[in-house]
């Protein structure tokens, strides 16, 4: 069985710093794409940042240079994180790997 649980989220200030991680289970970790959407309310859901098996990644423009992808195939998980963290970027942060496999989201919110 499948399985990607996302943790980190809360709440932060602007300026502030979250790391959100992934957990997967039930897929060969070392050879997926890694991905980060996230979904605002009233939005499109948006990909953020990608990882590939060797470690290349690509951002979304709004985030770049403010967020950093990356992932530990010993511990099977994915991370992002995130810093200078603007009112926009409060969403529901999702997991996701090609299968269309996807994590329960785990909130952000920016917010003084």
């Known amino acids: 069985q499948v399985q990607l649980v996302e943790s980190g989220g809360g709440l932060v200030q602007p300026g502030g710093s979250l790391r959100l991680s992934c957990t997967a289970s039930g897929i060969v970790f070392s050879l997926s794409i890694m991905n980060w959407y996230r979904q605002a309310p009233g939005k499109q859901r948006e990909l953020v940042a990608t990882i590939t098996s060797i470690g290349s990644t690509n951002y979304a423009d709004s985030v770049k240079d403010r967020f950093t992808i990356s992932r530990d195939n010993a511990k099977k998980m994915v991370y992002l994180q995130m810093d200078n963290l603007k009112s926009d970027d409060t969403a529901v942060y999702y997991c996701?790997?090609?299968?269309?496999?996807w994590g329960q989201g785990t909130q952000v919110t920016v917010s003084s």
């Open positions: 996701n790997s090609p299968g269309d496999y």
